[in-house]
C-alpha cells in the first residue's frame, strides 16, 4: 500500500491547493516568529513601522531580490510591492497604458477577466481565444498589429492547466499576468515591459502582488492617473506611497530568499520538470485518468484532469487516507487539478502518482 513519505519539511498534508497555497515550511517558521517578534528587536513585524528602518529594509530586500531572480537588476524595471490582488492589475495595466486600443489573448478565465476590466477603458481586440475549446489549449498563430498601446497575455492558466511555452515577438510593450508561474521556470524576462503576479501562488501569502515594470513605458498617456493607481508615484515613493502589506511583503521576502539559496530559477525549474514529468506520465499510462489541457501546452504548475465516473469514490477516499489536500478541479473545468508550486516536494507528486496507481491495480 501507500508508502509513508518523510520528507523535508515536515509537512502534514501534501498539499495541492491552487491558491493560496502551499509555502516552504521554513519560511512559515520564520514569518510565524516575527509575527511575535521580528529579529530580536522586542518589536513584532506587524507592530513597527513601516517607515522604520527594519521594514525598509525588508521592504528594499524583497524588491532587490525580485529583480535579481528575474535577471532584471540594472535593466531599467522597478519592482513593487502593491495590493488589490492580480486583478487590480487588469485595471491599472489599462489605465496607465491604454489610449486607444489593446491587444488580449484570451486562454481562459483570467485573460477573460482582464479583458472585461480593459474594455471599461477602451476598445479592446481579442487577438485569437481559445474558448471555442473551453479553453484547454493556447493559440499559436495571431498578429498583433504594431500601432496598438501594449499586447496583454497570461503565461499560466491556473484553472485550465494550461501554459504559454513561448511568448510572441512584438514592437509594442508586453505584459503578461505571470501570477500562477512566475519565479518557476527560466525565461528571458526582459522580453516584457510589464509582469504582474498576486503573491498568493508562488511567492507569498495573500496580500501582496507583484509588479515589474519597465519605466520607460510609462507617462503616455493622456489621462489623469489616481495616485494609487499610478505605477509612477509608486516608483516614486519606492512601493511605500501607503502603508504596505507588512506581513505578506516579508513572507514573500523570505520566500525569494529561499529560492535564492536553493539556487534560483534555474534550479526550482528542474524540480517542477521532475514533479510535471511523473504527474503527466502517469496521467497518460493509467486508463482511467484523463488529461484536461492539450499535451503541448500542459502547464508545469497546474495539471487538470477527470476520473472515470465509477471509480471517484474510491479515489477520493484513498486521497483522504493517503493526506492528498486541494485536489479538487475548478468548477468550470471540473475533475481533478493538482497544483505543484515551488514549494510543492517532489514527494508529495510521488504520492500522489502512487494513488493513481494503485487505483488502477484495484479497478
Ligand atoms: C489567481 C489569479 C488571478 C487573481 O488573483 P487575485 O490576486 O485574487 O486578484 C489572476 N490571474 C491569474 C493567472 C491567477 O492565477
Not at 531599467?76 to 487588469?90: E, R
Not at 494550461?162 to 500562477?180: A, G, N, R
Request: proline share 4%; glycine share 6%; aromatic share 10%.
Amino acid at each position: 500500500m501507500l508508502v509513508e513519505m518523510k520528507n523535508r519539511f515536515f509537512m502534514k498534508k501534501h498539499n495541492f491547493s491552487a491558491g493560496p497555497c502551499i509555502l516552504p515550511q521554513e519560511v512559515l517558521k520564520k514569518a510565524s516568529e516575527a509575527v511575535v517578534e521580528l529579529d530580536n528587536s522586542g518589536l513584532s513585524l506587524i507592530e513597527i513601522s513601516h517607515r522604520s528602518k527594519p521594514f525598509v529594509d525588508i521592504m528594499e530586500k524583497a524588491r532587490a531580490l525580485a529583480l535579481e531572480l528575474l535577471g532584471l537588476e540594472g535593466k531599467g524595471y522597478k519592482a513593487l510591492f502593491l495590493q488589490g490582488g492580480a486583478s487590480m492589475q487588469f485595471i491599472m495595466v489599462a489605465h496607465n497604458l491604454l489610449e486607444k486600443r489593446a491587444g488580449y489573448l484570451n486562454t481562459g478565465t483570467w485573460s477573460d477577466k482582464a479583458i472585461k476590466e480593459a474594455k471599461i477603458y477602451d476598445d479592446i481586440y481579442e487577438v485569437a481565444s481559445s474558448k471555442d475549446a473551453n479553453f484547454n489549449y493556447i493559440p499559436k498563430a495571431y498578429d498583433i498589429p504594431s500601432d496598438y498601446d501594449y499586447f496583454h497575455c497570461t503565461s499560466n492558466n491556473t484553472i485550465f492547466g494550461t501554459q504559454m511555452k513561448s511568448f510572441p515577438k512584438c514592437d509594442i510593450p508586453l505584459v503578461c499576468d505571470m501570477s500562477s508561474d512566475i519565479f518557476s521556470r527560466v525565461l528571458d524576462f526582459s522580453q516584457f515591459d510589464i509582469i504582474y503576479a498576486g503573491a498568493q501562488k508562488n511567492m507569498g501569502p495573500a496580500g501582496t502582488t507583484l509588479v515589474v515594470v519597465k519605466e520607460d513605458i510609462l507617462g503616455k498617456v493622456s489621462r489623469q492617473i489616481p495616485s494609487m493607481m499610478d505605477y509612477k508615484v509608486h516608483i516614486s515613493k519606492s512601493s511605500m506611497f501607503n502603508t504596505p502589506p507588512v506581513f505578506a511583503v516579508y513572507t514573500s521576502m523570505l520566500t525569494l530568499k529561499w529560492l535564492k539559496n536553493l539556487g534560483g530559477i534555474a534550479a526550482i525549474e528542474e524540480e517542477n520538470e521532475k514533479k510535471a514529468r511523473l504527474l503527466y506520465s502517469e496521467l497518460d499510462l493509467n486508463p482511467l485518468f484523463k488529461g484536461y489541457a492539450a499535451k503541448d501546452d500542459r502547464s508545469t504548475m497546474n495539471a487538470t484532469f477527470t476520473l472515470q465516473q465509477d471509480y471517484k469514490e474510491t479515489f477520493e477516499t484513498m486521497l483522504k487516507e493517503g493526506g492528498i489536500n486541494g485536489l479538487n478541479g475548478h468548477r468550470s473545468v471540473g475533475g481533478y487539478r493538482a497544483s505543484m508550486y515551488n514549494a510543492l516536494p517532489f514527494e508529495s507528486v510521488a504520492t500522489l502518482v502512487e494513488i493513481m496507481s494503485e487505483l488502477e491495480r484495484k479497478a
